[in-house]
Nanobody
Framework: QVHLAESGGGLVQAGGSLRLSCEAS????????MSWHRQVPGQGRELVAQ???????TYVDSVKGRFTISRDAAKNTVHLHMDRLEPIDTGTYIC??????????????WGQGTQVTVFS
């Protein structure tokens, strides 16, 4: 089992900044990627940013230039630094870890999420 603990969400005025963190613990074999997803009520879960040993860093277009994802591999922690926040960034931010399974394939682990609310 792998446990993902997110922190750093909150209420912030538009234009402000937040830094989200996600710490993974448990039996982790070989991390291929860690990522942040955003869930808004009534909408699907959206990939916001990903850091991967295969593809590097990727971002959804709406956050490019404002958000930065980084990873501390030694601590199995991923951060999302969010600048110039906008009300459209509001949602529950959920951490994901994609682990390479023995014998091939992957196992995907999800956190519970941390709420980000941006008001104008």
């Amino acid at each position: 089992q792998v446990h993902l603990a997110e922190s750093g969400g909150g209420l912030v005025q538009a234009g402000g900044s937040l830094r989200l963190s996600c710490e993974a613990s448990g039996f982790i074999r070989d991390v291929e990627s860690m990522s942040w997803h955003r869930q808004v009520p009534g909408q699907g879960r959206e990939l916001v940013a990903q850091i991967s040993s295969v593809d590097g860093t990727t971002y959804v277009d709406s956050v490019k230039g404002r958000f930065t994802i980084s990873r501390d591999a030694a601590k199995n922690t991923v951060h999302l630094h969010m600048d110039r926040l906008e009300p459209i960034d509001t949602g529950t931010y959920i951490c994901n870890l994609l682990d390479r399974a023995s014998g091939g394939g992957h196992v995907s682990w999800w956190g519970q999420g941390t709420q980000v609310t941006v008001f104008s």
